[in-house]
């Protein structure tokens, strides 16, 4: 079955405490993206990877790293979390990202004390 | 740049009831769009895209959407809605030439009730 899968679900933490969130797809689709979910705002794209070692920043990048090291895995990192980063996260992949749809994993909701 | 607007932040309607949820776009650019549903606790999926041709677009769960230009909307329909169309809805704006990049809207509830 296609899909992208990410790892925890469910995560609470405390400031300063580093975690990752990982996001693995199995349909060779070479663009990845991150994803953060908020109340009134929508998606805003945190990182995106057009293929692998290629990684650039979207609209919030502030307090995430990426790494792009295998086509299929493209772990999200919150090297110390701040309760500001307590949000829901999607991972998503595509074969072409302007006019390819767009597959997203279940969502990682993240809280920050 | 590139902007989306979804007038409606919520949408109460009856079940069997037509509804329409709509969608500006802003872009320098041709444009394609898209509009996608996240049913809850799930991620989005997509229900359908323009990208050329016909302005009407057809999508899954019998949702179309029409694409017109001079006035830069995408506005989403449905003649009949069913209490499992109960989500919310997000339209979104990619550019053509190389942008590389999906701009959501802030996204639509729908809520259907019996």
């Known amino acids: 079955e296609a899909q992208v899968t990410q790892n925890p679900r469910y995560l609470i933490t405390v400031t300063g405490k580093k975690l990752t969130v990982t996001c693995s797809q199995n349909?060779?689709?070479?663009?990845m993206s991150w994803y953060r979910q908020d109340p009134g705002l929508g998606l805003r794209q945190i990182y995106y990877?057009?293929?692998?070692?290629?990684?650039d920043k979207g609209d919030v990048p502030e307090g995430y790293k990426v790494s792009r090291k295998e086509k299929r895995n493209f772990p999200l990192i919150l090297e110390s979390p701040s309760p500001n980063q307590t949000s829901l996260y999607f991972c998503?992949?595509?074969?072409?990202?302007?006019?390819?749809?767009?597959?997203f994993g279940e969502g990682s909701r993240l809280t920050v004390l | 740049a590139q902007s989306v607007t979804q007038l409606d932040s919520q949408v109460p309607v009856f079940e069997e009831a037509p509804v329409e949820l709509r969608c500006n776009y802003s872009?320098?650019?041709?444009?394609?769009l898209f509009w996608y549903v996240q049913y809850p606790n799930q991620g989005l999926q997509l229900l359908l895209k323009?990208?050329?041709?016909?302005?009407l677009v057809k999508g899954i769960n019998g949702f179309e959407a029409e694409f017109n230009k001079s006035q830069t909307s995408f506005h989403l329909r449905k003649p009949s809605v069913h209490i499992s169309d109960t989500a919310e809805y997000f339209c979104?704006?990619?550019?053509?030439?190389?942008?590389?990049?999906?701009?959501f809207g802030a996204g639509t509830r729908l809520a259907v009730h019996p």
């Open positions: 998503a992949s595509s074969f072409e990202i302007n006019t390819g749809e767009l597959f």
């Open positions: 349909m060779n689709h070479e663009y």
């Open positions: 990877s057009m293929n692998v070692e290629v990684t």
């Open positions: 872009s320098s650019v041709s444009v394609y």
């Open positions: 323009y990208l050329s041709g016909s302005t």
């Open positions: 979104a704006v990619s550019g053509s030439g190389g942008y590389n990049k999906l701009i």
